[in-house]
Nanobody, 128 residues
């Protein structure tokens, strides 16, 4: 069973930055697409960004383009979500997830249903 653990959340002022990390217990992380998602109170979980296993594909939700950057280090079995210029509307629990579709090749998909393995989430609060 794949395990994912997020870290790096916290309280930050508007305009600030945070970097979230996702540690994955995969034997070969290259085989997995990684997605980052968020869920605000009373709202559905939504895809923020994703990155393919080894082909370099990335996708971003329109509201975070130019502010968030997804990356991964397959050797360290880590994925990162660098979040800059944070806004109050970015406040949510952030989750990372993994999908082994296509053994990590080809474009990733930011849809919730595409992912099989999920972390427990980390809270991000943007407030002054």
């Amino acid at each position: 069973q794949l395990q994912l653990v997020e870290s790096g959340g916290g309280l930050v002022q508007p305009g600030g930055s945070l970097r979230l990390s996702c540690a994955v217990s995969a034997f070969t992380l290259n085989d997995y697409h990684i997605g980052w998602f968020r869920q605000a109170p009373g709202k559905e979980r939504e895809g923020v960004s994703c990155i393919s296993g080894s082909d370099g594909w990335t996708k971003y939700q329109d509201s975070v383009k130019g502010r968030f950057t997804i990356s991964r280090d397959n050797a360290k079995k880590l994925s990162y979500l660098q979040m800059n210029s944070l806004k109050p509307e970015d406040t949510a629990v952030y989750y990372c997830a993994a999908s082994r579709r296509g053994l990590g090749h080809g474009p990733c998909n930011p849809g919730v249903a595409w992912y099989t393995y999920w972390g427990q989430g980390t809270q991000v609060t943007v407030s002054s």
